[in-house]
């Protein structure tokens, strides 16, 4: 079947976002005074569990006996903080996008593929990324944006994925999805989606088992025969 979508994860895989992300936690756990921090061997091990909010409850889960915890009600508040911290980071335009990210999404556009994207974070994420990245709101950048707050489950399930195929009305064999992790290979697969994987620097040590593609970045060089089909010149 043709394709017609690229679908995008966004941390790791349009950019390497992560360590502005740990950046953004560690300054929000110091603003509540929390005593907290994350390094970046912890958080790599954190990211195992996808989603801001379900990450902090995956930590407070091994503190010890008697540490202060956080209520759900807090955790709200907390990451609707930190997701503020994080934007004023990216405001600042400390944030590049992976190599061969904005000249795929170019081609792509320029042969009359869609390009959409399928993501854990949520859409003010989205947008900041996009802002500091190319200078442009998501929807001007993206045809579907469907973002981790709008599904029940979060990756590896395939909500957000099915979310994405949905609002794009298109078949899954119809689709090409990008990501940069083991969770993310699980979703989209989960989804019936190709999937083309750019290990990040916290993901490379996955098992990307399931994968259609493994290659080192989005560059031309590395794009498969697919690729190249339906986005010629």
């Known amino acids: 079947m043709?394709?017609?979508?690229l679908v995008f994860d966004v941390d790791g895989t349009l950019a390497e976002t992560e360590e502005a992300h740990r950046a953004a936690f560690n300054a929000t756990f110091e603003a509540w005074d929390l005593g907290w921090h994350w390094s970046r061997g912890l958080y790599c091990d954190l990211l195992k569990t996808?989603?801001?909010?379900?990450?902090?409850?995956?930590?407070?889960?091994?503190?010890?006996?008697?540490?202060r915890r956080l209520s759900g009600e807090e955790i709200v508040r907390f990451h609707a903080d930190k997701t503020r911290a994080y934007r004023d980071l990216l405001g600042r335009g400390e944030l590049a996008l992976r190599p061969g990210v904005a000249d795929m999404i170019a081609a792509a556009k320029s042969a009359g593929l869609?390009?959409?994207?399928?993501?854990?974070?949520?859409?003010?994420n989205v947008e900041a990324l996009c802002q500091c990245c190319w200078g442009l709101a998501a929807d001007r950048i993206f045809d579907v944006i469907a973002a981790g707050d709008e599904v029940a489950a979060k990756k590896p399930a395939p909500d957000v994925y099915l979310l994405a195929l949905n609002r794009l009305g298109c078949a899954p064999e119809e689709a090409l999805a990008f990501e940069d992790s083991r969770n993310g290979v699980l979703s989209a697969k989960g989804a019936g989606l190709r999937v083309l994987v750019t290990p990040s620097r916290y993901s490379d040590t996955d098992d990307f088992t399931g994968a259609d593609w493994v290659v080192p970045s989005l560059e031309t060089a590395h794009w498969p025969a697919v690729l190249h089909r339906a986005m010629p010149g």
Request: without cysteine; positive net charge.
């Open 114 to 124: 869609s390009v959409a994207v399928a993501t854990t974070t949520n859409r003010p």
């Open 50 to 67: 996808t989603g801001g909010k379900e990450r902090i409850k995956a930590f407070q889960a091994g503190l010890a006996e008697g540490v």
């Open 2 to 5: 043709t394709l017609r979508v």
